[in-house]
T-cell receptor, first 118, second 111 residues
Framework: DTEVTQTPKHLVMGMTNKKSLKCEQH?????MYWYKQKAKKPPELMFV???????INESVPSRFSPECPNSSLLNLHLHALQPEDSALYLC?????????????????FGPGTRLTVL | QKEVEQNSGPLSVPEGAIASLNCTYS??????FFWYRQYSGKSPELIMS????GDKEDGRFTAQLNKASQYVSLLIRDSQPSDSATYLC???????????FGTGTRLTIIP
């Protein structure tokens, strides 16, 4: 299985709602990532989990709360979002660590969740 | 500030010709280099990775890396209309799980 899956595909929420985005991979990867992508811009890293521990938080507002329940699952909990948070949210996964002097860190992306905040 | 630069395009190439996409990076300790293809409204798809100087070929795609010049490129031979997409260059440094993306080059293959 070489696929990263994300649910839901589309999400519309109000500014007072609480919702969660889910991501799953079964490639044995121990690093998982959340990215945010606005139109015509590259993906912007939000969080990195390595061995189920949060290793990078790119100064993301606290209204975004990540969770990594196990090595295959990654959640992003959303609360009190703003309209400017509307974007494509991408999950990715990769191996961690060194192999033969190189770091093989090919990141594979899921299909994304298109989020609209009203 | 680690930077990855790409020409944003649009780059227009006739069908059947070679499309050449270029990327430069500023961080000399960068070790891993990736090309992603992204269709409009879809997620990035990894098409090539390269770690050593020289060329790496996969089907119609060839990635070229020159660490001395801090330059990585992607050649697409026999371009097809289905190759029309935005191509993102991404760079990773040793000991860092973070990918740094370029702004992407929009490629259009003209039938």
């Amino acid at each position: 299985d070489t696929e990263v899956t994300q649910t839901p595909k589309h999400l519309v929420m109000g500014m007072t709602n609480k919702k969660s985005l889910k991501c799953e991979q079964h490639m044995g990867h121990r690093a998982m990532y959340w990215y945010k992508q606005k139109a015509k811009k590259p993906p912007e890293l939000m969080f990195v989990y390595s061995y189920e521990k949060l290793s990078i938080n790119e100064s993301v507002p606290s209204r975004f709360s990540p969770e990594c329940p196990n090595s295959s699952l990654l959640n992003l909990h959303l609360h009190a979002l703003q309209p400017e948070d509307s974007a494509l949210y991408l999950c990715a996964s990769s191996h961690v660590g060194l192999a033969g002097g190189h770091t093989y860190n090919e990141q594979f992306f899921g299909p994304g969740t298109r989020l609209t905040v009203l | 500030q680690k930077e990855v630069e790409q020409n944003s395009g649009p780059l227009s190439v006739p069908e059947g010709a070679i499309a050449s996409l270029n990327c430069t990076y500023s961080d000399r300790v960068s070790q891993s280099f990736f090309w992603y293809r992204q269709y409009s409204g879809k997620s990035p798809e990894l098409i090539m990775s390269i770690y050593s100087n020289g060329d790496k070929e996969d089907g119609r795609f060839t990635a070229q890396l020159n660490k001395a010049s801090q330059y990585v490129s992607l050649l697409i031979r026999d371009s097809q209309p289905s190759d029309s997409a935005t191509y993102l260059c991404a760079v990773k440094s040793v000991g860092n799980e973070k990918l740094t993306f370029g702004t992407g080059t929009r490629l259009t293959i003209i039938p």
